[in-house]
Every structure is written in C-alpha cells, then in structure tokens.
C-alpha cells in the first residue's frame, strides 16, 4: 500500500538474487530512502511533509536496485528516517522529549542526540523541531518494535545466511549526503577507520569508484554509524561498510526529485560497483590481499 497517504505497510523489503543467478556473498542496504510513517505522527507534528523528506536519503534504494540481477541481496526499510532511525541504537533517546522516564538501559549522553538526531530524530534536516508535544515511553517502544526491530531482524538474517552459506557475509550500508557536508569529496566511505571491514573491501571499493571518476574519501566526516558498529566484525566474518553519495550528483535537493541525466548515469555507475564487487572473489580476496581486482572501463 502506498506510504504516500499514511496507509500501513511493510517495514522491510528484501529483495533476493534469482534462484538461477549465482549467489554473491554482498547484502546492499538501505536504511533510509523510506517515506512511510502513520497518518496520526504527520497529524501532530510541527513541519510539512516535505521538511520530513529532507532527512530522508531519497532514491538511494534506487540506485542500488540492480544488486540482485548480481547475486547480491537488498535490504530496504520502507518507513521515514524522522518517524525512527534504523541506524541508531534503538534506546538511543533524547530524555528532553518524553513524558516519561527512559529506562536504565537507554543512552541519552551520545553527540547524535545532543544534535537532535537519536533515534527517534528531534529535529529535521534544517535544524526545525518535529513535535508540538511530548512523547510517551510506550510511543518509543512501539516504533522500535513495529519499525526497528524487524528491519534489523531482516538484515541480521541475510547476513547470518550469508555467512553460512559462505564462510563469511559483506554488508554495504549505502546513504546519501547533503552536497558540501562531505567536503570536495562526492563519496565517504566508512569503515569506522579500519575496525569494521577487512582493508581489501574499503580499498576495493575507493578503487572502484575512483575509476568511475569519483573524487572519494574515508571516515571524514562519516566514519560508519551504528549498523557498521553493530555489524561490522571482521574477526566473526562479517565485513561492513558505509558509503555516502553526495546528493548533488543525481537529485535536485531542494525539490527532492530525481535530476536528469545526473540519476541515469548515477545509477549505471552504481550498478557497474554492484558488478564489480560481486565479481571479485572475496574469499581469495580476503584470504590473499595480492589478487588483482577486475579490470574496470574508463567511467562514461
């Protein structure tokens, strides 16, 4: 159903590779291209719609929706970034918005809710405040377990089957960035400087996209949020890394509408690192950091 008119819908997609399409060890997620969340939190809330998008990384499940013509999987969360943040620990709340006492366990004290952006966000892309009124503690609780929870459940799932299925699963976290946050760089990737991913994945995948003719950089000023910490274990098997696409390159920010030719292009450039990385035979890869990559053609 569709999430434009607040109507319920499923909070994870999942989109396998076909059975006759051999298996690659990648899950490609998307956490935050989402628009869906209940009529009633549109009701009560201080901005429009449209100020709720712009947190939003929009079209980003688009421009990885090739993955699984690869082998690889996708994983995309259907609800808005504003309503709850699927890259935030879920406990991971601002005191100064709920009736209620958190509980114990909770983590009020991080930078990102200090900013307003824990995982239930307090503010929007522009620094406005989202609600008119107080929360209550069970609100909080029933977005984690309507929303959260079985987007996590999904990926930790495909992850796990991944890695049994291969001895070892890659998860790449994909998101956008508003132009000029990164600097003169069009793509950040973050592996929480090393800790997340072995070093054959970052280096495979800035090469790659260096190729393509990306100016790219690592963990400044994104080093990987929660789903690369809470993932990313390299010793246990499981490589993550988060990639950032300046939005300027393929949307019209303001509007927040696809522009052309800039999201065709985009796009084939995407689904050309999906080739690539599903491609490379990451168990010799990670076993033998001196296999050459695939060759690449010059970027279009």
Sequence with gaps: MSAEHGQPVQPVD????????????????????????????????????HAVRTSEDAFVDQLFQTAPEFGATLVRANFARAYIDPNRDPWELDPKMFRDALPAW????????????????????????????????????????????????????????????????????????????????????????????????????????????????????????????????????IHALQIELCRSLYMNEAEIAPRQPRFDRMRRRMTRLIGILCEIDWEARLRDPEKKQPRLRAAE
Excluded: K, W
């Excluded at 059975?19 to 809330?45: K, W």
């Excluded at 190729?211 to 993932?231: C, E, F, M, Q």
């Design 14 to 49: 999942v989109f396998r590779p076909a059975e006759d399409c051999a298996p690659a060890p990648l899950v490609f997620a998307s956490p935050h291209s989402g628009e869906y969340a209940p009529q009633a939190f549109f009701d009560e809330i201080e901005v429009d719609r």
């Design 106 to 237: 909770a983590n009020p004290r991080s930078p990102r809710v200090a900013n307003g952006l824990g995982a239930i966000p307090r503010v929007v892309a522009d620094g406005r405040g989202i609600y008119r009124r107080l929360l209550r503690l069970e609100e909080a609780v029933a977005r984690i377990e309507q929303f959260h929870d079985p987007y996590h459940d999904a990926l930790d799932a495909e992850l796990e089957r991944l890695r049994r299925d291969h001895g070892f699963a890659i998860l790449i976290d994909c998101h956008s960035m508003p132009s000029g946050s990164g600097g003169r760089a069009d793509i950040v990737l973050g592996d929480r400087f090393g800790a997340s991913c072995d070093a054959q994945l970052s280096g495979a995948v800035e090469m790659t996209l260096r190729t393509l003719g990306y100016r790219v950089t690592r963990n400044a000023p994104y080093a990987g949020g929660y789903t690369t910490s809470r993932y990313g274990r390299p010793q246990a098997g």
